[in-house]
């Protein structure tokens, strides 16, 4: 989703047609998207690696979640300086779409099932886990504020410089 999201901006730019008006849909969208981004990129290693691996792994996903929070506004930065905003869009569309592209060619680890047993695949083994999520109150409740937050508070961030770009033209 946040792929053709972020698609959608960069056309709106090269239109000519993003506007606040249009933008601030769009950061609603966008932050309740990120939000089940951030749940999926958490809830799935334990699909992908050995139990004895676990630990390593998600220490591993919070050490590249948090340089990404450092490393892609650097890019975006030097795409927008360098080209423009839509650009600095597509260029994330691209990479959005490209992770999702490599997501969906890591086999599951079998690990944990008899060798008779077929293990989901790490769509199934996801949605599972979401749908279990979604059925325990506590989950739900933390599901429902980590929502709220990336809905209101991280869209502004990331959508920032297409709004200084198009306010201080």
């Known amino acids: 989703i946040n792929g053709v999201l972020k698609a959608l901006v960069a056309a709106l730019f090269f239109t000519d047609m993003l506007t606040i008006g249009t933008l601030f849909p769009l950061l609603v969208v966008v932050g309740a998207a ?5 749940v999926a ?6 699909s992908l690696v050995e139990e004895k691996d676990l630990a390593t792994a998600i220490t591993l996903n919070a050490v590249i979640y948090t340089m990404a929070g ?11 300086a ?10 994330a569309g691209a990479l959005s779409w ?3 592209l490599a997501l969906s060619r890591v086999p599951p680890i079998a690990a ?3 060798p008779d047993e077929v293990r989901p ?9 979401l749908r279990y999520s979604f059925n325990d109150p506590l989950l739900k409740l933390l599901l429902a504020l980590h929502l709220a937050s990336a ?9 920032m410089p297409a709004l200084a770009s198009s306010l201080f033209q």
């Open 121 to 129: 695949s790490c769509v199934d083994d996801f949605s599972a886990r």
């Open 98 to 100: 490209l992770f999702v």
């Open 82 to 91: 360098q080209f423009n905003v839509g650009a600095g869009f597509l260029f």
């Open 34 to 38: 990120g939000s089940m981004d951030q």
């Open 70 to 80: 450092f490393i892609g506004p650097a890019l975006a930065g030097i795409m927008i």
């Open 112 to 114: 944990d099932n008899p």
């Open 151 to 159: 809905s209101l508070g991280r869209p502004i961030i990331e959508f």
């Open 41 to 46: 990129a958490k809830t799935i290693v334990g």
